[in-house]
């Protein structure tokens, strides 16, 4: 019995060994290709800018089914109301409670720009655009259809990567307009014409806690989230595997990543910005 232990866990432990190196070599594969197509982005601009506009139109206004509901701006314009309308609803009766109903549109303008706005954009940016680029990647993966474009002598990450990563980034400042605008749209209606509070009181409790810096701080967040997502979900596109089957593997693996790195980059600027007293005084 025991002199058959060690040959036992012999088995697990290099199990073991093997999956912690798989797993690391992967994460040196994927920040390789990250700044492959960082890197690509000079050449995606000066060879291939009719693939970036092309990239562009499709992000923003879609395609085929997608492009009857608008695209992608309508996708998350929708979000984000819905998001704004929630601080309308749960917000004024949570106030109300304490007798500070007026302080609605403080929530409003506190909770859209530092966090509902760009954690809802990032959220639509992966479920939308994120998820067909993956899907389109993949599908001319396993057409070797890649194969194809290098052996043409194309630089395949930027024809393919750097390009889609620089149309999000593009894409991802009228969306993110749009997005907010929504969302203050939707808090104030809702608190107003549905609630009956005051337009004044509203606006004016909404204009003084509105920071102009805060808006710019949070396009550079939704820009960061673009970033991650466009090259979180090439990758996978890109060294998708496995058939049709694979596909849909990669598109699946690319959102939950996505996902999670959504809302670490949501956490980490907030903290580095706002830091932990959130950089505001209510006093009265």
Not at 12 to 31: P, S
Not at 54 to 73: D, E, H, R
Not at 160 to 187: D, E
Request: charged content about 10%; overall charge positive.
């Amino acid at each position: 019995m025991t002199s058959s232990a060690p040959s036992t866990r012999a088995p697990r432990l290099r199990r073991t060994v093997v999956g912690l190196a798989a797993g690391w070599n992967r994460i040196g594969t994927q920040t390789e290709f990250y700044g492959r197509t960082v890197r690509s982005i000079g050449d995606a601009v000066v060879h291939y800018r009719t693939e970036i506009a092309v990239q562009i139109a499709q992000m923003s206004l879609g395609t085929g089914a997608l492009a009857v509901v608008g695209g992608t701006i309508v996708i998350v314009g929708f979000l984000t109301m819905s998001a704004g309308a929630l601080i309308a609803v749960q917000g004024y009766n949570t106030l109300a409670g304490v007798g500070v109903e007026a302080l609605t549109g403080f929530a409003s303008a506190y909770l859209n720009v530092r966090i509902i706005g760009p954690l809802t954009t990032g959220i639509g940016l992966a479920a939308t655009i994120g998820a067909g680029a993956t899907a389109q990647l993949g599908a001319m993966r396993i057409a070797e259809e890649i194969d194809a474009l290098e052996v043409m002598g194309v630089r395949s990450i930027a024809y393919l990567a750097s390009t889609r990563l620089l149309a999000g980034m593009i894409v991802v400042i009228p969306l993110y307009c749009v997005a907010v605008l929504m969302s203050f749209v939707a808090a104030r209606v809702g608190t107003t014409a549905i609630y009956g509070q005051s337009t004044g009181v509203y606006d004016h409790y909404f204009t003084t806690f509105l920071n102009p810096l805060d808006l710019v701080w949070s396009f550079v967040q939704a820009i960061a989230m673009a970033v991650t997502v466009m090259v979180i979900h090439t990758y996978y596109g890109f060294n998708a595997s496995g058939g049709p089957a694979g596909v849909g593997e990669a598109v699946g693996r690319a959102v939950r990543a996505s996902l999670i790195v959504v809302v670490f980059v949501t956490l980490v600027i907030s903290l580095s910005v706002y830091g932990q007293s959130g950089n505001f005084n209510l006093s009265g």
